[in-house]
Nanobody
Framework: QVTLVESGGGLVQPGGSLRLSCAAS????????MGWYRQTPGNQRELVAT???????NYADSVKGRCTISKDNAKNTVYLQMNSLKPEDTAVYYC?????????????WGQGTQVTVSS
């Protein structure tokens, strides 16, 4: 079992910055990778960024160059630093984790945090 709790969302003006946090608890040593996804009404949930336990990262083209995913192993926390934010970045952002135990990969989601980019 892995529990994920997101924080750091809020209102920011276009061009501004925001840092999201996701704290993991439970079977944290079984986590293989974590990521951030976002979803707007009427749309599918889409990938923003992922990071493996070795530190390898991957980004969606829409955020590449503006977002940075990182982690603090001591705090069991993953971050998403977002810069040069655009109105189209407005969405509910969800933290995701994949954990493997008993030869099975389990998928976990946080509750989501709202990010609104508006003047």
């Amino acid at each position: 079992q892995v529990t994920l709790v997101e924080s750091g969302g809020g209102l920011v003006q276009p061009g501004g910055s925001l840092r999201l946090s996701c704290a993991a608890s439970g079977s944290i040593f079984s986590i293989n990778a974590m990521g951030w996804y976002r979803q707007t009404p009427g749309n599918q949930r889409e990938l923003v960024a992922t990071i493996t336990n070795s530190g390898s990262t991957n980004y969606a083209d829409s955020v590449k160059g503006r977002c940075t995913i990182s982690k603090d192993n001591a705090k069991n926390t993953v971050y998403l630093q977002m810069n040069s934010l655009k109105p189209e970045d407005t969405a509910v952002y969800y933290c995701n984790a994949f954990a493997t135990f008993s030869r099975t990969t389990h998928n976990y989601w946080g509750q989501g945090t709202q990010v609104t980019v508006s003047s």
